[in-house]
């Protein structure tokens, strides 16, 4: 239960992170992923070293093929981050929200590609039920979800990425900001950032500071809780956050909902209701094996 509860509560805080950027909407999303970025390694750095894993950081450090990749991570993260807090911040928090539901499908569909693995009906009648969704939606508003497809494969390949090279996500986050930094002074220095967020409003460093506490606790919440939990458990409470996004988009932004969303959403919420049961067979039956 104290798991659960801690994997609730980390996703969500995700899930009401648009609230939070909403408050520094005049500031550029450039602006608030590079403090983001600065913050958050003011909180994880220590508390990397406090804990006790600073071998373990100087071990990935000292490691060129982890390096590189955890190099690809903090690049993809980072996209992720800018993609969402730009929508968010012009007012398409719903496409960021239908990204996020399309993520686990997507993670899937790379799990199909990459490691080949085995698929039931359900998980491909899933695919195919999402897939139907944003091709309605391209059809009949004349595009593609851009915003939604991107926030999925940037986090997906993020996913990935993560299966490729297991790094506790404390070290891996702490490595990742670390890698990101020399990019971060270089823009901060170069543009004049400082002064550029000073000169709108003192009090949005503030929330950008928070927006580093916010990653770190999240993160912390999310880590400490997946270790108490059972995977199906952990599938389950992942759609708590895009819901959360959904709902703040349409009861707090009042962001319109053309009946081409609404029939792409309801397909995608079909998708992951089949998804979910393939899921939870599959653990029934993982937990039946080992019982044996």
Not at 37 to 65: I, S, W, Y
Not at 243 to 267: D, I, N, R, S, Y
Request: hydrophobic letters at 55%; a positive charge.
């Amino acid at each position: 239960m104290y798991g659960t509860l801690l994997i609730i509560t980390a996703y969500s805080l995700w899930g009401f992170f648009p609230l939070y950027f909403r408050q520094m909407s005049s500031v550029s999303a450039m602006d608030i992923l590079v403090f983001r970025t600065l913050f958050a390694l003011l909180h994880v750095l220590p508390l990397t070293l406090a804990c006790g894993k600073g071998n373990e950081l100087f071990r990935q450090l000292a490691t060129p093929r982890n390096l590189g990749m955890l190099m690809v991570n903090a690049l993809l993260v980072s996209v992720n981050w800018l993609i969402f807090i730009v929508l968010v911040n012009t007012g398409n928090t719903l496409q960021a929200s239908l990204g996020y539901y399309i993520n686990p499908l997507l993670t899937v569909f790379l799990a199909l590609l990459v490691f080949r693995e085995r698929f039931g009906k359900f998980r491909w009648a899933s695919i195919g039920v999402a897939a139907l969704g944003v091709l309605i939606f391209a059809l009949k508003v004349g595009t593609l979800p851009w915003g939604a497809l991107s926030v999925a494969v940037t986090f997906g390949l993020y996913g990935l990425m993560k299966k490729i090279c297991p790094t506790d996500s404390l070290t891996a986050l702490t490595i990742e900001t670390l890698l990101l930094t020399p990019f971060v002074f270089f823009y901060i220095l170069f543009t004049g950032s400082v002064q550029t967020v000073w000169a709108v409003d003192p009090r949005q460093f503030l929330w950008l500071f928070g927006c580093g506490t916010l990653t770190a606790l999240t993160l912390l919440l999310y880590g400490a809780g997946a270790l108490r939990v059972k995977l199906s458990t952990l599938g389950l409470c992942q759609y708590i956050t895009p819901t959360c996004h959904f709902l703040t988009a349409v009861l707090v932004f009042k962001e319109p909902m053309a009946p081409a969303q609404w029939v792409c959403f309801g397909l995608i919420w079909v998708a992951l209701i089949l998804f979910t049961i393939d899921s939870l067979r599959n653990e029934d039956s993982k937990s039946t094996f080992r019982a044996e």
